[in-house]
């Protein structure tokens, strides 16, 4: 984990070879421009030497280095959307630019693009704005072509060093030349036994050359020799490739000779495996074998042929295969997707497969949108988020095609869990907005949009609109004789009405609509969502008792079906009952019970609200100034959610007296250092505050440390021993200088040093020792 908390950069599935002089002028450029774009050919390898000097800058950044890949987004207004995503930042009702300039005007973070150059007019204006508004930001870039925005500075990515013919005989020399290291790392993974002789110098050597050292290229190359001698790679290169290199049509020769490697590549495969490669180039991000074999399998590719195919690809370099613990991932570069789609001109077959494509994952929606046993629903729900590019594209897919709005509707609804539970409610109300204008639909489908939309728009705070939103559908409703659009409705105008400090009126709804839905079957996700909203409207009417019975009924009802999350909400709910009866350690078990389940989810409002609601739980019961850090990391995370779903004044006070409680408990400049470490803290970072649990490993227990110095102390000393002084500390943590300077006397102190020194060579060892 990075310091905000955020997930690490992609990892690379085998060895980086060479390249540190393009690792160091990246860094260097980084230090005097905000904004650098490595540019080069396809197959140059621009990403992977991003991503390399992305992380040997990683703590140049307060805020670490987030990777944003966007080769498969298709639509340039989304940009802002995909990047606050990456960010994790909570739902806003304010335009994306001018949240993402609020969310990072304090923040010093790197910022790479991945894969720009059919989004470079929206790069180039979401680049701008963002460095205006955000000082500390710097965005590393990697596209085909420059951004053009203004400051920018652009790198070139050049093919790798190829041998001089001199060299040709000498194998120590031609081992040392980059591109020959590479390709000998990667002929490793397929033949372990291949050593480079004086034999072979030759063929390796002249192999090289010819690819132009194009790391893309030589992968290729490389990954015939588990099939052939690289003599005959040499010889087919002379019978074939030249041949394939005269018919492309680029500019730039290096540009011709990795099409035409490309090429060359294509014409080795198998039939099956040339059929499975343009198949697989509808997937527009990594993909499973159930995967393919579902969008792939065709007439002259059988569903059991697939996987052999898919394994052909992977030795031949053309896919990149991903082992995780419980599953293993597939992945195309863009430049083989790309040729791999050029390889299928009949559109009317593309248009089968993305209808596949949709099929399937639509099908992944419906199973866990379905209620699992137990506590399973979180981690179904999680593993559908991470398909979100593949859910996306078939979005994108329906959206596009009129033939196919009604399936697009359809998954939008069936994806209600995403834009509800999983912090994801801008891409969905991106696209029931969209559905909404474009698609014919059926009375009853449309009310279900439209109340679908009213409480995302909720959930966002955007309350003006909801209420517009649920107008509209009322009008609907009052000429349908759906008896279910009229229960939902009455549900909705609950939950407004109880956003709004409507009370009584939500009060009114709520019950009538709990009542009506619940003599129609067994309780649904909908009927529990409106019993816990129903049990806190009823604790802010003073009602503590009835306000437990429902949540406590809610709370049993969720256990019986696995309804994990409501059953986080409910438990919420609960501490707050029990936390107004006085009954605080019960009511801290169920807040951080709660606060785990919203954190697996990413449930921003949900979570938001358990952070709040354990801050005030350890004011005058834990360290005061954990207590701060605490209270004030909520508070920032509810600046972000700007309106959260169930806000209240009731809320606000009770933020007001645990402040102002802690404040007298602390010396003043105490109080400000708490305050600042905790309004710096990343969602992932508070959580782990709440809960105990070290930062950046959220799901380990703390482990012990033996050493004097208190955490901050081990902060301020491993700083020291990046070299940073004093005030520049100070700067990175968001604290006074003299409050640095106190954190370096006693370290010294305890550590009977008397120099920074030996600060920084005990630090130094203390990371080594663990």
Sequence with gaps: ??????????????????????????????????????????????TRVALRAAESMRRAFADGVLFVELSSLSDPDRLAQVVARALEIPDQSVPD????????????????????????ESCSRLVGGLLTAARGLRVLATSRQPLGAPGEHCLVIRPMEVPAPETAGSVQDLARCESVALFLDRVGAVDPGFELTEQNAPVVGELCRRLDGIPLALELAAGRVRSMPVERILTLLDERFWAEEEDTCADDPRHRTMQAAIAWSHGLCTPAERLLWSGLSVFPARFDLAAAEAVCAQEGLPAHEVYPALDGLVAKSILVCAKGPDRTTYRMPDSLREYGAAQMPDHDRRRVLLARHRDHYAGLAEAASEVPPRDEQAEEWKRVREEWPNLRAALEFCATDPAETDDGVRLVITLT??????????????????????????????????????????AQGDLRTSRQTLD???????????????????????????????????????????????????PDITVLAAMVELGITRLWLGRPDDAAEVLLECKRECEDS?????????????????????????????????????????DASGASLCLELVAWLATGQEDPAW????????????????????GSPHFLAEHARS??????ALAPAEYEEAAAEGGAMSMDEAIAHALGEPPGAPQAAPKERVTPLSPRELEVADLVADGLTNKEIAQRLVVGRRTIDTHVEHILAKLDFSSRSQIAAWAIGHREGG
């Design 417 to 458: 869990f995403l834009w509800i539970a999983c912090g994801m409610g801008r891409e969905g109300r991106h696209y029931m907005e969209w559905f909404v204008r474009v698609a014919r639909l059926d009375e009853v489908t449309r009310v279900r949009l439209l109340l679908l939309l009213a409480y995302v728009m909720v």
């Design 627 to 646: 207590a701060a850090r605490l209270l004030h990391a909520s508070h920032g995370t509810w600046r972000q959610v700007r309106r959260p779903l169930y």
């Design 472 to 522: 509209e559908c009322a009008d609907l409703v009052s000429r349908s004789d759906d008896p279910l659009s009229h229960i939902h409705l009455e549900k909705m105008r609950g939950t407004l009405a109880y956003a709004e400090g409507d009370l009584a009126a939500a009060d009114a709804h709520l019950t009538e609509a709990i009542g009506r839905l619940r003599a129609g079957g067994s």
């Design 97 to 120: 630019l001018d949240m993402l300039a609020e969310y990072l005007a304090d923040k010093q973070l790197l910022l790479v693009l991945d894969t720009c150059e059919h989004l470079v």
């Design 1 to 46: 984990m990075m310091p905000s908390g955020r997930p690490a950069l992609p990892a690379d599935p085998t060895a980086f070879v060479g390249r540190r002089r393009e690792t160091a002028d990246i860094r260097r450029t980084l230090e005097r421009s905000r904004l650098v774009t490595l540019t080069g050919i396809a197959g140059v390898g621009k």
């Design 659 to 664: 402040e102002e409680t802690l404040r007298r």
């Design 562 to 602: 696995g309804q994990s999350w409501a059953r986080s909400w409910a438990d919420l709910g609960l501490s707050l009952v029990l936390r107004a009866r006085g009954e605080l350690p019960g009511a801290l078990a169920l807040a951080k019970e709660a606060l785990r389940t919203q954190r697996r989810l990413h």
